[in-house]
């Protein structure tokens, strides 16, 4: 049962345009989301999150989006980089249930064409 | 200051053997975490720990154990190694349970022949 779903294994964007990731999740009971990347050969590295009790939250060219009645979030990179080609992962936890226990979604490998 | 360290990076282990991975987190982190990823399952969960206690466990099954010291460094053992374990093992640890705090390892690559 695959509680955190990315459907798009792959995404493709022209430098200085933006990129748009997606993930819808089953639970509800998650209440904390994130975002990581990660290049090959390294560990993924934390983006940005979210709590259930907000609907956006912004860091530089990143947004994510979270939209609870749909149970889906998205995540916004705005103007896209050539260096910002990685796989992302979004993730959800129980914050305070789960602790330390990351939820992790297949992953969308983003490109950024010059 | 110095990131969150796996040992060793790479490792080939014969079907049936038993393996010990090393994470050493960053200094003054407590919680570490456990992940599995494969091209197949992605990144799942094996499990987590908290002042030398296990906190959660993911659904593996006995083979995967792991432990915490009192320095909060960490090991996972995996034992009688199946082909399906070959896998990249990554470790995550954190000052505090849950949020975003938490730093992953390069991770150690795992291949089982």
């Known amino acids: 049962d695959q509680q955190v779903k990315q459907n798009s294994p792959s995404l493709s964007v022209q430098e200085g345009r933006i990129s748009i990731l997606n993930c819808d999740y089953t639970?509800?009971?998650?209440?904390?989301f994130l975002w990581y990347k990660k290049y090959p050969a390294e560990g993924p590295t934390f983006l940005i999150s979210?709590?259930?009790?907000?609907d956006k939250n912004e860091d530089g060219r990143f947004t994510v989006f979270l939209n609870k009645s749909a149970k889906h979030l998205s995540l916004h990179i705005v103007p896209s980089q050539p260096g910002d080609s990685a796989v992302y992962f979004c993730?959800?936890?129980?914050?305070?249930?789960?602790?330390?226990?990351?939820?992790f979604g297949q992953g969308t490998e983003l490109s950024v064409k010059p | 200051k110095a990131g969150v360290t796996q040992t060793p990076r790479y490792l080939i282990k014969t079907r049936g053997q038993q393996v010990t991975l090393s994470c050493s987190p960053i200094?003054?982190?407590?919680?570490v975490s456990w992940y599995q990823q494969t091209p197949g399952q992605g990144l799942q969960f094996l499990f987590e720990y908290f002042s030398e206690t296990q906190r959660n466990k993911g659904n593996f099954p006995g083979r995967f154990s792991g432990r915490q010291f009192s320095n909060s460094r960490s090991e996972m053992n995996v034992s009688t190694l199946e082909l399906g374990d070959s896998a990249l093992y990554l470790c995550?640890?954190?000052?505090?349970?849950?949020?975003?705090?938490?730093?992953f390892g390069s991770g150690t690559r795992l291949t089982v022949v």
């Open positions: 993730a959800a936890s129980g914050y305070y249930n789960q602790g330390g226990k990351l939820i």
């Open positions: 639970n509800s009971m998650f209440d904390y």
């Open positions: 995550a640890s954190s000052f505090r349970r849950g949020g975003d705090g938490y730093t």
């Open positions: 979210i709590s259930s009790i907000k």
């Open positions: 200094s003054g982190h407590r919680s």
